[in-house]
Each structure stands twice: as structure tokens, then as C-alpha cells.
């Protein structure tokens, strides 16, 4: 038997994920399992879309459909009644038969807890090549310029601007620009 805490994943029916943590926790509560269950998370992340109007629509997602991470010193009991629990499906990384499953690895929990820095939400800019966006923010505020080139990866966009009477190409990240309605 183990006597560390550690984080463990359970594989859950989808859709029903904040159901089972609601689930383990009431079982952990009237079961006197606070001793070897501790944290449970169905972990989220936040999506930014900017729409044609200028606003921006916040939309909050699971990272991980279908799973849920659970900190716990995995003893036979508390196997069981995490594994009992319904809408688990199984734990990840056991081999079935009873066997129990492998802890994630520190460097992995603490992405997902946010110990190591992650880079902010991703935008969602509703853009094309040939676009006309209004920039918000920046040396170039005020400023409107054409879409030339999208580069999802970096959330960086290059729009075509008029400067001294000369167009130039200026590399402007997602957060700083609006798409126009023309």
C-alpha cells in the first residue's frame, strides 16, 4: 500500500465529469475518507473570441473531456471508492484486474495546476487574409490596415498599414486588433 499522496487520473462517461467530483466528494465525506482523498478537479481553461463587433465572448471549456484528476494515497479502500464511484469508468494507467494505476508525474500535475507557466488563453479572431482590422492597442493604435498573413501559433497577424504616405507591414498580436465590418 501506498502511504504518498499523489494525483491520479479517472477516466469518466463525458459530459458528466463535474458530476463525479461532486460524486467522490460527498462518498469521501460520509465514508470518513479525508485522510486519503483530498483534491478533486475537473480542470478548465478560458477561450477569448473577438467577434466582427469588437466584443469578446469569454467561453469556458474542459481541458480534458471525460477526465478528472483526483490527489489521493491510494489505499485499497479509497480505490475502491473512487473506483465504485458512479460514472467512473476506471482509473488511467491501471491494467484492469483490481491492479492499481501509476500517479502522474510531478512535472505533468504541475502544468495542469499551473505551477509552470503555460501561455495565455489562445484568441479566437475571426479574420481572413484580406481582412480589414481596426488596431486597438500598441505603437499602432488607431490605425486600420488590411490582413495580410495569419500565424495561428503565435496569435500574431501582419497587417498592411499607411505610414508617411507608404504602406508597411506591421506584425500585430491577436489581442491588439478588431475586425471591421465594412
Not at 30 to 37: A, E, K, R
Request: no cysteine.
Amino acid at each position: 500500500m501506498d502511504t504518498q499522496k499523489a494525483w491520479y487520473v479517472l477516466h469518466t462517461y463525458s459530459g458528466y465529469e463535474n458530476k463525479v467530483m461532486e460524486n467522490i466528494n460527498m462518498r469521501k465525506e460520509s465514508m470518513n475518507m479525508q485522510d486519503n482523498i483530498f483534491r478533486i478537479m475537473v480542470p478548465e481553461e478560458q477561450k477569448i473570441e473577438k467577434r466582427e463587433d469588437g466584443t469578446e465572448k469569454v467561453t469556458v471549456t474542459k481541458t480534458f473531456p471525460g477526465y478528472v484528476l483526483i490527489e489521493m494515497i491510494m489505499s485499497d479502500e479509497a480505490w475502491f471508492i473512487v473506483r465504485n464511484t458512479p460514472g467512473v469508468t476506471g482509473f488511467v494507467g491501471s491494467h484492469g484486474a483490481g491492479s492499481k494505476p501509476s500517479p502522474l508525474l510531478e512535472e505533468e500535475i504541475g502544468v495542469i495546476l499551473g505551477d509552470i507557466k503555460l501561455p495565455p488563453p489562445a484568441i479566437e479572431l475571426d479574420v481572413e487574409v484580406g481582412d480589414r482590422v481596426k488596431i486597438t492597442d500598441g505603437a499602432f493604435e488607431g490605425m486600420e490596415g488590411m490582413v495580410e498573413a495569419l500565424d495561428e501559433n503565435s496569435q500574431t497577424l501582419e497587417v498592411i498599414i499607411e505610414m508617411f504616405g507608404r504602406e508597411t507591414v506591421a506584425e500585430i498580436e491577436y489581442s491588439q486588433v478588431e475586425p471591421l465590418n465594412l
